[in-house]
């Protein structure tokens, strides 16, 4: 990936669940897998403010498939994606 001045880039899939808020975004694709590029001191939740989505719809977070606290520091070329809360009953 490579880090660009003080900047880092992540790789970040957003599911389906995430287009109503994604809508009219213009610095993001709505849904899919695609490179963001965030400020080295990032976090998975300024990922998600950066994606457009409000911070309490996403349900839980991974970085390379471990769930990780959305108060988790990210670092370049991490691979991170965004779930909505799980209900069930």
């Known amino acids: 990936m490579g880090l660009i001045g003080d900047k880092m880039r992540i790789e970040i899939t957003i599911g389906r669940w995430a ?3 994604m809508a009219g ?6 849904v899919g897998s695609y490179t963001m590029e965030l400020p080295n001191n990032a976090t998975i ?7 457009g989505i409000p911070y309490t719809a996403v349900g839980f977070a991974t970085i390379a498939g ?3 606290r959305k108060d988790s520091s990210l670092k370049d070329g991490d691979i991170v994606a965004l779930y909505p809360p799980i209900v069930g009953g």
């Open 19 to 21: 287009e109503e808020y």
């Open 25 to 30: 975004t213009d610095n993001v694709p709505t």
């Open 45 to 51: 939740k300024d990922a998600i403010v950066a994606a």
């Open 66 to 68: 471990t769930a990780v």
